[in-house]
């Protein structure tokens, strides 16, 4: 049995979620999309997860928030932040808090694919995506 890697995209931008979610599916992943606050404690509370990628900006709740979740209930092992912008200040926030790395807004398929690869070795190290 192989064991396929949970990913959760969270973004209140549906068109990322979809997009990140096709492409990651398409390299082996099982995906979970949440597009607001509701959505992603939901989607925490059925599973736990190898890589969350979440959005800075939201309306609801910011990145910086959700990683404060996610670290004090364990429920992922490996967090990516995306955005257009981050402070350095902000950056240096985010790893504090243990994030891994920042995907900068627009990104392309292949630094996606390397940053979901490197989060995965993060996460699960010995296991490798099929694409």
């Not at 990322?16 to 925490?44: D, K, Y």
């Not at 736990?48 to 990628?53: A, I, K, P």
């Not at 900068?104 to 694409?131: I, M, T, Y």
Request: net charge neutral.
């Amino acid at each position: 049995m192989n064991y396929l890697p949970r990913l959760l995209v969270l973004d209140d931008e549906r068109a990322i979620t979809r997009i990140v979610g096709l492409l990651a599916a398409r390299l082996g992943w099982r995906v979970t999309e949440a597009h607001s606050r509701n959505s992603f404690l939901q989607a925490l509370s059925h599973t736990s997860y190898d890589v969350v990628l979440t959005d800075y900006n939201m309306p609801e709740m910011n990145g910086l928030e959700a990683v404060c979740h996610l670290r004090k209930s364990g429920f992922a092992k490996t967090v990516l932040v995306m955005s257009s912008s981050l402070s350095g200040a902000l950056k240096k926030d985010f790893k504090k808090l243990g994030v891994l790395d920042f995907l900068e807004k627009p990104f392309d398929r292949e630094e996606l694919e390397s940053q979901l690869g490197n989060a995965l070795q993060n996460s699960c190290p010995g296991l490798s995506l099929a694409g």
